[in-house]
């Protein structure tokens, strides 16, 4: 059987790390994991399912004693393809895989976005260092369009991309009434009290604060807020500001995603950048209603697949009044719309799996080209 180490910057909660524990459930192949920095609370999630997971101990960003243990790690694992995933990542997994002679090396970019990749600004020398490392691997997954289009403006060869969008395991987000009792009971919501939920990470792009601001002029209404970052403190502040602190909740990274979905009454994605659109899927195999400002993964969808997703603006004034109309309506949680199936993650498994087999690589614009079109028919 085919092994496959996935290297990955770390495992704390966030939706590159969560996507790769669930295709880790899903490859056909032998998998084992290493993290460049800690193992965190997903890592130990991994290692409980059975699969492997090393820590190589990198400091920062420039200790580049990790290049060697990594290196030293993929040459006595002996594995038939490197699988990276996340800037720093990419960047020493595939010089480590290069200097360990491993046949095969992928990476999938999860985060890049306009002018920033995972939440940092993209400078000249972040450019210049991702395409000459881009080079020394087999082949570049696209998340979406959005992604490949943006890597070819990077410079990174059409023929050496192909999209493989996220996947999402539907079962796993089906609405459990006693899940959403539970999750309530623990965050210390009411029952009956309308929850207006954000998922993701808290940082200025997701731009969380919207939510806030719409929140404090819907009398009785909860915001939950499930991630952790560094705009934590700043949106607290501004719930203070704005008197409602006291209904604003703030749930941290978690790993029962599903569990917190459960708990909202409407998921509120309000960021002006994505690179896919993960939790707006996740919310939907939910049953939930989604709002949201951006999400490739819906952009090349007929718009009858996922008929209570709607796009806002990044305005308040639209965010309240859409956010007090969609509580007030009755709500059938078990109705999960036909975009979900479109990403099953059997499928998105699949595909990669190919990717990982021996030979040329078959990629390009054309693949783009195909899957999209796949995508909207």
Known sequence: MTRVLHVITGLEHGGAERQLALLLRHLPVSCEVATLTRAGALGAEIRRSGVPVHEIGMRGNRDLGALPRLARLIRRGRYDVVHTHLYRACVYGRIAARMAGTPRVIATEHSLGEGHIEGRATTRGVRALYRATERLGSATVAVSPAVAARLRAWGVRPGRIVMIPNGVDAAAFAFDPARRAATRR???????????????????????????????????????????????????????????????????????????????????????????????????????????????????????????????????????????????????RARVPPAVARYAVAERAAELARLYRPGPFAGGAEPIRERAQDAAT
């Open 186 to 332: 623990r965050l210390g919501i009411g029952l009956d009290e309308p929850v207006v939920g954000g998922l993701g990470r808290l940082v200025p792009t997701k731009r969380f604060d919207l939510l806030v601001d719409a929140v404090a002029r819907l009398d009785g209404v909860r915001l939950l807020l499930a991630g952790g970052g560094p705009a934590r403190d700043a949106l607290a502040r501004q719930a203070r500001e704005r008197g409602v602190s006291g209904r604003v909740v703030f749930a941290g990274a978690t790993s029962d995603v599903a569990g917190v979905l459960a708990a909202m009454d409407v998921l509120a994605a309000p960021s002006v950048q994505e690179t896919f659109g993960l939790g707006v899927l996740e919310g939907l195999a939910a049953g939930l209603p989604v709002r949201y400002t951006a999400c490739p993964a819906l952009d090349c969808l007929p718009p009858g697949d996922a008929p209570d997703a709607r796009r806002l603006p990044s305005d308040a004034d639209a965010w309240t009044a859409e956010l007090g109309r969609v509580l007030r309506e009755p709500r059938d």
